[in-house]
């Protein structure tokens, strides 16, 4: 309350200095700067951000791992077997002059096995593993057939699966975290009945605004903060090639959240203002967190499906996860993207403006929960 103290105050004054009240613009500084301080101070929300940087982090790892365990295996070739080594793109072939040699450079943990002659077998060569076979070698040096696909896939589906986990869990947890912060700041507000000393001071669309515009800067903030990790690590861990394929979707994917959270934040707090008790925050926003999880069971499950996709790249709550889950995957025109961001604009500017007649209308009501209908009307 510190931050409105001032401005409180001036409101008190006689009606000859009503000049001294706070404009519309100041207003909304004022309360987006309380809700960003808040946010901070907030324990829940710096661990929240915590696990989400770990969780991407350890994806990235993870690749980095798993990618790692692919690499080409190095083998100490004795002469005489190099025949069956060249030209095999699994294998990185060290010469070694003898038996004695090779040995040695195994034990140094130069090379991972030794492939030598031996007349003995029918294939005329020998694997020597170390303290465990060495089956990465003999998986390189096994006969396999000529593959082909009918059908082959643009992209890979396991990469496709990570990228599709990766953008619906950060757009469920980044909005519910600050959708769900809102809701108890507005019935915070209103239960305490702080709400009407600043309503007193600024209007109720001066602190609607404040709210969605403090807590948007905060997750678009936490989002490029995301972003700029999961590009280090990638960097860091040797796995450059993947921010090419990226970089045009995890764009897209801001521009669509930052937008689309306004639209959600203006939701929540707009249902929240329906009632005055804490205990009755998650009934009337459970709508508003369906469409926050739906999206995310619907990439998750079905980032194979380009028809699912489709549908979600233009429907407004899902756009931020299916379109750029297009654009990644090679689907979407050109003009797509421009148009879904079109659509999802002119849908944000509807529901902050039914957001702002449900939360000017309920605000100063306690008690029971406000009917949807009385709240509309006014």
Do not use: C
């Not at 076979?133 to 643009?154: I, Y």
């Not at 203002?273 to 926050?292: F, K, W, Y």
């Amino acid at each position: 309350m510190s931050g409105y103290d001032t401005r409180a105050s001036r409101a008190t004054q006689p009606a000859g200095r009503d000049r001294t009240a706070p404009r519309f613009i100041d207003s909304v500084a004022l309360i987006a700067g309380r809700e960003i301080t808040m946010r901070f101070r907030s324990k829940a929300f710096l661990i929240s951000t915590g696990v989400l940087m770990l969780a991407v982090l350890a994806s990235v790892v993870l690749g980095s791992i798993f990618g790692a365990q692919e690499s080409t295996a190095k083998v100490a070739v004795v002469a005489g077997a190099s025949a069956v080594v060249d030209g095999n793109d699994a294998l990185e072939a060290v010469a070694a002059s003898d038996q004695d040699e090779a040995e040695r450079m195994l034990r140094d943990g130069e090379v991972e096995a030794i492939v030598a002659p031996a007349a003995s077998d029918p294939l005329g060569i020998t694997v020597i593993g170390l303290d465990s076979p060495p089956t990465s070698v003999v998986r390189a040096l096994s006969v396999q057939p000529t593959v082909e696909l009918l059908d082959p896939a643009a992209t890979d589906p396991g990469l496709a699966y990570l990228v599709a986990f990766g953008f619906g869990l950060v757009f469920f947890m980044s909005a519910l975290t600050f959708g769900t912060t809102i809701s108890q700041s507005v019935v915070e507000e209103k239960q305490t009945r702080v709400v009407e000393i600043l309503l007193s001071t600024v209007s109720a669309r001066a602190l609607l605004t404040g709210k969605v515009i403090g807590n948007s800067v905060m997750a678009f903030a936490q989002i490029i903060a995301i972003a700029v990790l999961a590009t280090l690590g990638l960097i860091l861990t040797g796995q450059r090639v993947l921010i090419g394929g990226l970089g045009a979707s995890v764009v897209w994917f801001i521009i669509f959240f930052a937008i689309g959270f306004v639209m959600l934040a203006a939701l929540f707090a707009a249902t929240s203002a329906m009632v005055s008790r804490a205990e009755d925050i998650g009934s009337v926003t459970t709508p508003v967190t369906m469409l926050v999880m739906i999206p995310y069971f619907l990439v998750i499950f079905f980032n194979d499906n380009p028809t699912v996709l489709a549908i979600m790249s233009y429907v407004p709550f899902s756009a931020p996860v299916g379109m750029p889950m297009r654009v990644f995957l090679g689907d979407a025109q050109w003009w797509e993207p421009v148009l879904s961001l079109v659509i999802l604009l002119a849908t944000t500017a509807l529901a902050v403006w039914i957001g702002e007649r449900i939360y000017r209308n309920s605000l100063l009501k306690t008690g029971g929960r406000v009917r949807l209908a009385e709240a509309l009307q006014g």
